[in-house]
């Protein structure tokens, strides 16, 4: 494998909108495309379905909790490829309303791998990302109720313009605490451990986006949050009003952007527009 070959990596995508997102990149993408998934068999039989269609991913595993596992996938990227291209954070998970785990324990998985296992994953991959790179996470619409239901004074944390890494990654650290300790609500936290997660995700995002403009501006890497929309997965339940081909426009549309593309670039991005946060 040439170390100049483009390459796009796709996080969760043995099934559902990663899935989807993979065989589109596969038919877009002028590169190399890369499925990963938790479970190397499902990966591997994921990458069976798409080369039966004449597609031609390539499988790593990738469990997004497992710092390990994802570093083994940063150096098999260096090594292959010299660098990344496209990077898409789709790889999370959701509790059922019906659901009995309890609340705190919903809260401390849920963040374990939304939010750091996406933050881990940025740590490790985002410098390898080539100028003109694309960077897409997967947030939710869930994210913007959310932070409604938050207080004023958690609002304004969340939509700072100044606010760093470090201290987004306190304030979900409290709110699994402050689950714990059965007092989120008193604290001004919402009532859902999805919807935090992924306003910690949209934050990030518009922390890292940042950061990138700050060290890295002349190399026009984009990078956004975006709302999939609501999608017939095993997430998203049978009753979705999207199929995942549709819940895949946004997030390829965001990794494909033209070179000459001055953005979007930090936003929360919906049905392809720039959504207010």
């Known amino acids: 494998m040439s170390s100049c070959s483009r390459v796009a990596l796709v996080t969760g995508a043995n099934k559902g909108i990663g899935y989807t997102i993979v065989r589109d990149l596969c038919r877009l993408f002028s590169g190399d495309v890369v499925l990963t998934a938790r479970d190397e068999a499902r990966g591997r039989a994921a990458v069976q379905q798409l080369q039966a269609e004449g597609l031609s991913p390539r499988f790593h595993q990738l469990d997004i909790t497992d710092l390990q596992s994802i570093r083994a ?12 291209n496209v990077l898409v954070n789709n790889a999370g998970i959701a509790f059922q309303a019906a659901d009995t785990t309890p609340f705190h324990i919903q809260a401390e998985v849920t963040m374990n791998t939304n939010f750091d296992g996406t ?101 026009k ?13 095993d997430m998203g339940g049978p009753n979705a009003t999207k199929s995942p081909e549709e819940g895949a426009e946004t997030p390829v549309y965001l990794a494909l952007l033209p070179p000459d593309a001055e953005g979007p670039h930090g936003q929360f991005v919906m049905e392809k527009r720039v959504g207010q946060w």
Not at 73 to 84: A, P, S, T, V
């Open 73 to 84: 996938l940063r150096d098999f990227l260096r090594k292959e490829y010299g660098g990344l």
């Open 119 to 219: 933050r881990h994953v940025c740590t490790e991959l985002l410098p390898l990302m080539r100028p003109g790179g694309r960077v897409v996470n997967m947030s939710s619409l869930m994210c913007l109720r959310a932070l409604k239901s938050c207080s004023t004074e958690l609002q304004q944390k969340f939509r700072s313009e100044t606010i760093t890494e470090e201290e987004l990654v306190g304030l979900m650290k409290k709110f699994v605490g402050d689950a714990k300790k059965g007092v989120h609500q008193k604290e001004g936290w919402p009532d859902t451990t999805y919807g935090v997660t992924k306003i910690g995700v949209t934050v990030l995002s518009r922390i890292q986006a940042r950061h990138l403009s700050e060290q890295r501006g002349g190399d």
């Open 221 to 233: 890497i984009l990078l956004n949050a975006c709302c999939p929309g609501w999608v017939r997965t």
